[in-house]
């Protein structure tokens, strides 16, 4: 198993840091609304501010849920059921009244209304743009965590205890608009006709959350609101007024989801994993090939170290010493004979001058020849003893012939 791990070690990388990176990306795509944008109450948003988890309910009770995006400033008639949740972007007065006449006709909208800055009905007043069409208006107070219904309205199903946990409400500048919950004198939701339509309005997102639909009553709100239209299938999220005002293209939704910075990550891990792994790029670079030093140079390198070193005693001593193995090898006698017995015995089977060779060969046996002392003895040597090399192959021995070339030739060159 070990050596199957250690034979496909270069996947395996490559798998932990691709699924590294993926946990990575999703981890930083935590409920941080501060990286959503402010988009509070986004049916596409999973985060507990946000209102994915109604979008999903009303797709299970088996409603058709869509989303107004883009560049829609109204929604069409098949929508039956608009919601507008906290929006984060203004409502042009264009907006406004197409959205108003769309409700005139027969369109249910339930709304939470925002605070943007902008001129609004009242001097000083921030409004998101329809709530000045709506007669309708946020006001600030004392935190409220719950509320209880004023109106006898919620019967189907029942509900009588709302968490809210807002500290604004609804100011209703229409005589037409009813409220439904409230805490004393402050309004937390209300509804009005409008034509053949109907609003709903409410100053608390907790009422459509993620994490506050299912607190207490809350569910009950909607439910009974979706009681009073029985005949609606058709429900929209208005998501063009929480920031997305175009169709996302591929560029922005790969930026903007964790999965497609896991596949950039991806994509920029393979690459270099390639880089590393891979074949290379480029021309092969050719080592240089340097011409064969000859076995000459060695020779010589040698002898001119012997002469730096002043070796000449130690170079006299091993020649003669390779010189008489070499002879009592081809005579078949002891290489400590004297020099006299070695070149008589020579002499008997090679024409060789026995009284010259016997001069040459007690010298070298004498200390102290000096370099150029050492050098004459040794050219002689080498041309008494070339009849040796014109005989058959057994005369010829190690470090005679060639090492006493090669030593001469070192020598006469320094």
């Excluded at 021309?283 to 002898?303: D, H, I, K, M, N």
């Excluded at 006299?316 to 017995?341: I, N």
């Amino acid at each position: 198993m070990i050596r199957l791990l250690l034979r496909h070690r270069a996947p395996l990388m490559l798998a932990l840091l691709l699924l590294g990176g993926a946990v990575a990306a999703q981890s930083a795509a935590g409920c941080d609304q501060r990286s959503l944008g402010g988009r509070l109450l986004s049916s596409r948003d999973a985060c507990p501010a946000g209102a994915l988890a109604l979008a999903l309910w009303l797709d299970q009770l088996g409603y058709q849920v869509g989303r107004m995006e883009g560049l829609a400033a109204s929604p069409d008639e098949s929508t039956e059921l608009l919601f507008v949740l906290r929006p984060t972007r203004r409502f042009d007065r264009a907006e406004a009244r197409a959205t108003l006449d769309w409700v005139r006709r027969g369109g249910v909208l339930v709304y939470v209304p925002s605070m943007l800055p902008g001129e609004g009905a009242a001097p000083g007043l921030p409004s998101d743009g329809l709530a000045d069409e709506l007669a309708l208006a946020l006001r600030f107070g004392p935190m409220v965590e719950r509320v209880a219904p004023s109106f006898p309205f919620f019967s189907a199903p029942p509900g009588s205890r709302f968490v809210v946990q807002s500290s604004s409400g609804l100011e209703l500048r229409d005589d037409t608009w009813l409220p439904l919950m409230g805490d004393g004198g402050r309004v937390l939701a209300a509804a009005r006709l409008l034509g053949r339509g109907r609003v709903y309005a409410a100053a608390s997102e907790a009422l459509f959350t993620n994490q506050g639909l299912g607190e207490d009553d809350n569910a009950t709100f909607l439910l009974n609101v979706l009681a009073r239209h029985p005949t609606l299938r058709a429900v929209a999220f208005d998501e063009r007024h929480h920031g997305i005002i175009e169709p996302p293209d591929l560029a922005g939704v790969v930026r903007s989801s964790p999965w497609g910075w896991a596949l950039m990550y991806a994509a920029a891990v393979s690459f270099g994993f390639l880089v590393w792994g891979g074949r290379r790029f480029g021309p092969a670079l050719v080592p240089e090939r340097t011409p064969r030093r000859s076995s000459g140079e060695y020779v010589t390198a040698f002898a001119g170290l012997l002469q730096r070193a002043r070796a000449a005693d130690w170079a006299q001593a091993q020649y003669t010493h390779l010189l008489r193995r070499h002879l009592a090898r081809t005579l078949g006698v002891r290489a400590d004979l004297p020099a006299a017995d070695l070149a008589r015995r020579l002499a008997e089977r090679w024409p060789i001058d026995s009284a010259g060779l016997a001069e040459r060969l007690a010298a070298l046996d004498r200390p102290r020849l000096g370099e150029r002392g050492l050098l004459v003895h040794v050219r002689a040597l080498e041309q008494m003893l070339r009849v040796l090399r014109g005989g058959d192959g057994e005369t010829r021995g190690p470090s005679t012939s060639s090492g006493r070339a090669g030593m001469s030739k070192g020598w006469r060159r320094h």
